[in-house]
């Protein structure tokens, strides 16, 4: 019987955005075995109601636990911010962890000024959960948030940057950032959280329309490192020495799951290393 220790930690999203969690994770824990699902067949979440949010949530986490999996870490901030209770009372005592808190924490420390715009998709920015989580640690924190819809289906496309992407990004954030905004210079927020983990994709872009004065944060550093907080509470952290494996599963298309993964990874992704799940 395998040791807990070197079971893989599962991550999920509903596309290839959570490879941005996955990417900081393999840095903070090389040795740590990986298992990932991008939901592609559903996706987007962001679009969807909360029912449907948490269904399709249970049924990929469903589909990880069943291969053995020591934590599961919901690298969506959608179905984070619908679902983490439910998962967490479903896969008990299994540990799971979301994008949402570690997000907001970075936020809550990264702004100056206190004002801080969360952008982030539909479900997630109606469901109040980032606005609800940095006010708990910043009480007199002024948070904005802006559902940017037409984000993860440029990311999945992999358009990163140039004139289309910043006129989206313009359209979307203008009224929020524009310095002559009725807001006076000092109460312009001073922080974007990158509620998605889809949008870390199209973060030159982003910094060119707010500004270089404007702190650009998300939640994946923030979340491997409470990944490695709460495994090591745990005694659970893979003690090998050597490089951990990475598994990559998708619910359709593989070979665009190569393709666009391959950015979010910063590393190439064959289609051979990508196996194809019926959830
Ligand atoms: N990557 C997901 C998130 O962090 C959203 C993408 C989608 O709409 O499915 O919220």
Redesign the pocket.
Known sequence: MQDAAHLPIALF???V??LTVFKALARRLPAENLLYLGDTAR?????KGRGTIIQYTLLAAGALVRRGVKMLVVA???ATAAALPTLRREFAPLPVLG?VEPGAAAAARASRNGGIVVI??EA?IAGGAYQEAIARLRPEARVRGKACTLF?PLAEEGWREGPVVEEVARRYLDGLFAPNDTASREERPDTLVLG???FPLLFSALQNVVGPDVTIVDSAATTAESVEEELRGLGLLNPSAGSGEWRFLTTDNPDRFARTGGLFLGSPLEPGQIELVDL
């Open positions: 999203d509903s596309g955005g959570g996706l987007p979440y962001g679009t969506c901030n959608t994008v982030a998709t997630t993860v998605c983990t889809h």
